[in-house]
Nanobody, 122 residues
Framework: QVQLVESGGGLVQPGGSLRLSCAVS????????MGWYRQAPGKQRDLVAQ???????YYADSVKGRFTISRDGAKNTVYLQMNMLKPEDTAVYYC????????????????WGQGTQVTVSS
């Protein structure tokens, strides 16, 4: 069973920084993408940042220049460094991995972490 365990969320003042981590474990043949989504109360879940197997990066316009996504292939871990945080960044952040669980899969599966709360407030 594939499992994504997130950590690093919490309360931070505006202008501060947080670093989220997502450790991936279980049976995975190959990973297509690793990314972070966020969802505020009453809002839809939106893609924040993503990195592909080939090393292509994507950032939402609202976080570009402030957030950085990175990965550690040896540890199967993806990170989200969040700097210059704003109150509008407050949300539950979810780690997402799209991966093949075996070499026999004809299509990949999408896996989600449990979510970690990030609150930006003075």
């Amino acid at each position: 069973q594939v499992q994504l365990v997130e950590s690093g969320g919490g309360l931070v003042q505006p202008g501060g920084s947080l670093r989220l981590s997502c450790a991936v474990s279980g049976t995975i043949f190959s990973i297509n993408t690793m990314g972070w989504y966020r969802q505020a109360p009453g809002k839809q879940r939106d893609l924040v940042a993503q990195v592909t197997r080939g090393g292509t990066f994507y950032y939402a316009d609202s976080v570009k220049g402030r957030f950085t996504i990175s990965r550690d292939g040896a540890k199967n871990t993806v990170y989200l460094q969040m700097n210059m945080l704003k109150p509008e960044d407050t949300a539950v952040y979810y780690c997402n991995v799209v991966a093949y669980s075996s070499g026999y899969d004809v299509s990949p599966n999408s896996y989600w972490g449990q979510g970690t709360q990030v609150t930006v407030s003075s």
